[in-house]
């Protein structure tokens, strides 16, 4: 250290003590500097069982060397001892020190405890610190032992067992930062109500928007399994009664039910339009005498209902019957169908519905075995005799849905009714007139929780009555003159309904936004992702 300052002078007491400060600052970083390198050389020589961790190479279908890989859903403490191999997404990890991480791995709807601990053979702290890092939703391959536990894991679905890690290899790891934590996006709803919470809520738009990763929480698996589920129930029924599948045109010439709520296309020199309903071709096709049809297939409504249950694509449970002397005949199929259905997720997916409850609470979906049947006049009357005031035929509002809904929980204890002989006024064109009061018709909703989610009834099916309603009701002839042809070769009587898969799924789980039952969601604001 020199005492004089550039031009040969003396420094000061002052500029001297400051130097010799900034001196020895210099020497206390490079020591450190020195240190950490001798330490990151201690951790290279103690980096043993290399072999054991790493990041894959890409796969690109090099091999195949037929190991069997584990399902979590199968592993319990009845397995202790074994050693398995899962794939995975890294759910979350903790790392407790140098020498000891836990994680939660998560296939699906099923989660384990992973923990992984230095041992002085092939586990060494490099090792714990390269799993400690791999990203949160990063897909990897761990290999363990399974292990009992002393006492039940509760924040994982296997909760009797953990997996003791002996391997660990990177095979997707997650590049950037997370749109948001998987853990928030998981939070029941209850959690948000304590006062001391602290949580942040990831807001629903916000999960459509990043909707790949949303669709990777517990509830939401299950949501879509449950999905699933239904139209399995559903096509497995109708098979049962003897109808076929059909697949309808979605292009079409001329709107399907008329009026404003329709998509327009262009068409190579000229316009088509989505299909509202496959309402004309599931009456076409009893024509041709396949007596008993059902699809399961997109709807277009260009209806601008920025609501929690509306759509502008949702998914239709289509069907129509010929019946012999009574449309009854196929809203009894209706009502036994939903019922099979009913108890169908009741049975069979009693763990999805359990995860999706965990998530968001709801009380559980109640139904009777004889559905409870209505007519639209003595729910009008339900209605007035609560001080609700509504016209003899005034259709139903959201709201008096819902009270409607309400009323009949309390009176007859089910959330799944059926309300018959709607006004005519308020039908499609097609629709049958009731034959001892054409103020009203043969026709028909179903509800749960009090909210529409089936609408059907008779169609009408002598050509010229069919002309007759469909001139009455503003619609042009010429745009549906091949659908009233068809009933010129003759057709037996026949009745049908649509049901809306995404308002059953919302219902029966209770939720409170139809696009959380949508896969991706389209309405008026959004067609992303």
Wanted: with cysteine; proline share 3%; glycine share 6%.
């Amino acid at each position: 250290m020199s005492d004089v300052d550039g031009e040969g002078k003396p420094l000061s007491k002052k500029a001297l003590k400051k130097l010799e400060k900034k001196e020895k600052k210099e020497n206390e970083k490079k020591q450190k500097e020195t240190e950490r390198a001798a330490k990151e050389a201690a951790e290279v020589t103690e980096d043993y069982g290399t072999e054991n961790y790493g990041k894959l190479k890409l796969n690109q279908s090099q091999e195949r060397t037929g190991v069997q890989r584990t399902r979590i859903a199968d592993i319990n403490a009845s397995r202790a001892g074994e050693t398995v191999s899962i794939r995975a997404r890294v759910y979350t990890s903790r790392s407790k020190s140098a020498k000891l991480a836990f994680f939660v791995f998560r296939q699906q709807v099923s989660t384990i405890q992973g923990v992984l601990a230095v041992n002085e053979t092939n586990i060494s702290k490099a090792f714990v610190k390269f799993a400690a890092n791999v990203p949160a939703e990063s897909i990897v391959i761990v290999e363990g032992i399974i292990n009992k536990t002393t006492e039940a894991i509760t924040g994982t679905t296997v909760s009797d067992a953990e997996l003791h890690i002996k391997k660990f290899y990177v095979v997707s790891e997650t590049i950037g930062r997370l749109p948001f934590s998987l853990e928030d996006a998981s939070r029941s709803e209850e959690e948000f109500k304590k006062d001391e919470a602290q949580y942040s809520r990831v807001a629903l738009e916000t999960r459509l928007n990043s909707r790949v990763v949303d669709l990777r929480t517990l509830a939401n698996q299950g949501i879509f399994r449950i999905q699933s589920g239904v139209c399995q129930l559903f096509r497995e029924f109708l098979l049962s009664k003897f109808f076929i599948e059909i697949h309808t045109p979605k292009l079409l010439g001329a709107a399907s039910e008329g009026g404003a709520n329709v998509f327009k296309v262009q068409y190579f020199k000229g316009e088509a339009y989505l299909a509202q309903s496959p309402q004309l071709y599931k009456q076409m096709c009893i024509c041709s005498d396949f007596e008993r049809v059902f699809e399961i297939a997109p709807v277009f409504r260009a209806e601008d209902s920025n609501t929690h249950r509306h759509m502008t694509e949702f998914v239709g449970l289509d069907l129509e019957m010929a019946f012999e002397e009574h449309y009854h005949e196929v809203l009894e199929i209706l009502q036994e169908l939903l019922v099979f259905v009913f108890n169908g997720l009741k049975n069979r997916f009693s763990s999805e519905i359990e995860a999706v409850k965990k998530q968001y609470p709801s009380t559980n979906f109640e139904f009777l075995q004889k559905t409870l049947r209505l007519e639209f006049k003595d729910a009008v009357k339900l209605l007035r005799e609560n001080n609700v005031e509504i016209e003899d035929l005034e259709d139903f509002s959201t709201e008096k849905e819902k009270t409607l809904g309400r009323l009949v929980k309390e009176k007859y204890n089910t959330d799944f009714y059926i309300v018959d002989k709607f006004p005519l006024g308020v039908r499609p064109f097609y629709t049958m007139p009731d034959p001892n009061d054409d103020k009203y018709s043969n026709s028909f909703d179903f509800f749960m929780r009090g909210q529409e989610i089936l609408s059907g009834g008779q169609r009408v099916h002598d050509p010229v009555f069919l002309e007759e309603r469909a001139k009455s009701n503003g619609v042009e002839i010429s745009t549906i003159q091949p659908y009233i042809d068809s009933f010129k070769r003759g057709v037996p009587p026949h009745a049908g309904g649509g049901i809306g898969l995404e308002r059953v799924v919302m219902l029966y789980l209770n939720l409170d936004d139809i696009r959380r039952s949508s896969l991706f969601p389209r309405d008026p604001k959004r067609l992303d992702p």
